[in-house]
């Protein structure tokens, strides 16, 4: 019988030439998997890192490559393509981030992968798919483009990267289990335009948007100040939604009722009388999710 505890990729090597974020965030999904993994960048550049997140917040790219085994090469020249095909020797999967023109030019296309390494599988990560993959872009232009930049104001993380890299390490288990049943190698593209738009379902839902439940129009599901900062309340489910009423000495019938302005006025009025410590008893003592913050 297996061991529940075991990492689900020990035993898998994997190899990532991907710069920037999405694919060193992936590589350290599956190092969390326990796969063994090598990151391979150029050489540095005055001691600084040629991966540009290595300029841009040393932090974050310590962070992601710790515990990865970084290998240093130029790929454009023969010394550096001898290092690469050393190492794709034992590699299971292969993680780029390279446009498929690139891919092409430094004999990394999938068709001559194939031809030389069976067994290994290639999970591409590019910004659009299909055709659009040469299109330049960034988390920013993606998270535009699903729809999910609604003002001048910068969105608060980048999702599309992150989600990008979710469905990167997704994709390495999908090559992963179908070389189990092939015996042989597959290629995935992960496209983060694509993963934008995954994010972006619940507000093309409606679920997300001004007058849907999750997106204000629900009393209980808001973001509100209170007496010395602000509270995020997610009473959506009516037994939350009760507890809420009930503690601020509210009537509301039914769900309808939380779509009420008079109710909203009524939370809002009951929350902005109350300390984040008074809030904090509030949610322990009625079953209440919500959550302080300090302005």
């Known amino acids: 019988m297996s061991n529940p505890n075991t990492p689900t990729l020990q035993g898998t090597r994997i190899l990532s030439l991907a710069l920037n974020l999405p694919g060193p965030a992936a590589l350290m999904r599956c190092r969390d998997m326990g796969a063994t993994c090598t ?33 240093h090469a130029d790929l454009k020249t023969p010394e550096g393509q001898a290092t690469l095909h050393a190492e794709l020797a034992s590699t299971d999967v292969l993680i780029t981030s390279f446009r498929p023109s690139a891919l092409r030019k430094l004999g990394l296309a999938w068709p001559e992968l194939q031809a030389r390494y069976p067994r290994l599988s ?19 232009t ?23 890299a979710l469905q990167a390490s997704e994709a390495v288990l999908q090559c992963l289990l179908q070389r189990v049943e092939s015996g042989t190698g597959s290629r995935r593209e992960v496209a983060l335009s694509q993963a ?17 439940a999750v997106g204000g129009a629900h009393a209980g599901y808001r973001v509100y100040r209170c007496a010395d900062g602000r509270v995020a309340v997610a009473a959506l489910e009516p037994h939350f939604a009760q507890s809420l009423c009930r503690a601020a ?9 939380m779509f009420a302005p008079e109710v909203h006025r009524a939370v809002a009025a009951f929350i902005g009388s109350q300390t984040r410590s008074q809030l904090d008893q509030l949610a322990i003592e009625h079953d209440v999710p919500l959550y302080t913050l300090a302005d």
């Open 196 to 212: 934008a738009a995954w994010l972006a379902l619940p507000r093309h839902w409606g679920l997300t948007r001004p007058e849907g």
């Open 39 to 71: 990151k391979l960048e150029p050489p540095p550049r005055h001691g600084v890192p040629a991966d540009p997140m290595g300029a841009y917040n040393p932090e974050a790219y310590q962070t992601m490559h710790q515990g990865l085994r970084t290998v």
């Open 122 to 140: 290639l999970v591409e990560i590019v910004g659009a798919p299909g055709e659009r993959a040469e299109e330049p872009g960034h988390d920013l």
């Open 142 to 164: 993606y998270l535009a483009e699903a729809g999910l930049v609604p003002s001048l104001e910068l969105p608060p993380t980048l999702f599309a990267d992150m989600a990008g």
């Open 249 to 257: 000495g509210i009537e509301a019938a039914d769900l309808k009722a």
